[in-house]
């Protein structure tokens, strides 16, 4: 795309206020941190919460919103539903959607999938490798053969999640388990990434690998030429007649 990228990066921004060792990762909230890396990547950024008036996603927020970026947790089930039409509505539209970590669980995330999301998980500070899967692709440039956390939460199969149109990255946890971290889906015209690490008690958004998978997803996911249509105007769109058939005028 020609013209900057915009970006709305939405955070729950929950834990940060009520949890000391949170606060001290990210004293202004993740989101700000994410704002920033994208920022530098020449991005357009605006930041949105979940205590905000309609959590910060008002319809000319959306509307000015070509990739929107979500984390949540604590307080997915407070989410209002109104919103989340909302959001699906856009994404339906074009609008790119990237899902981080335990956003899994969120309701947008599971109204794109139609699936519970659910999966396993353990908290043990343990090292985590992504394999990349799809050595090429637009997310993992830049990324060697893999990424290396050297302390995460785990997160494990099975994960609940129809098959991705693609899976990108792999990981492998010390504690042996396996996940698919990186997988990306179309709906409607809209495109979805859903990348796994961010867990709050490790400064995860620091590590430069994990910055530059978002950035690149961030692009992957942007609206592509031509999917600017309302979601209205995808259905009950009325057919010409059939020239000289008088039956149906
Ligand atoms: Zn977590």
Known sequence: ???????????????EQIHPEV?????????????????????QTQTATFDQPEHGLTDATLAETDVLTWWGHMLHKD???????RVQKRVLEGMGLVV????HESKIFKRMMGTTCDLKWREAAE??????????HPIVEGIGPYIEIPH?????????IPTPDELIL???????????????????????????????TYPIYYHPDVQRVITNGVRWAAPEVGA?????????????PIPGDTASA
């Open 1 to 15: 795309m020609s013209s900057t990228l915009r970006v709305t990066i939405w955070n729950e921004n929950r834990h």
């Open 23 to 43: 606060q001290k990762i990210y004293p202004n909230g993740m989101h700000t941190v994410i704002a920033q890396f994208l920022q530098e990547a020449g991005m």
């Open 79 to 85: 989410v209002d539903d109104r919103i989340v039409d």
């Open 100 to 103: 981080l970590h335990s956003g």
């Open 127 to 136: 090292k985590e490798r992504l394999w990349v899967a799809t050595p090429g």
């Open 152 to 160: 995460a939460e785990m997160y494990g199969e099975p994960f609940d």
């Open 170 to 200: 792999i990981s492998w946890f010390q504690g042996g388990e396996v996940f698919r971290s990186g997988c990306t889906y179309r709906r409607g015209r809209g495109k979805i990434f859903y990348f796994r690490p961010g867990h709050e």
């Open 228 to 240: 600017t249509i309302p979601a209205e105007r995808l259905h009950g769109v009325p057919l010409e």
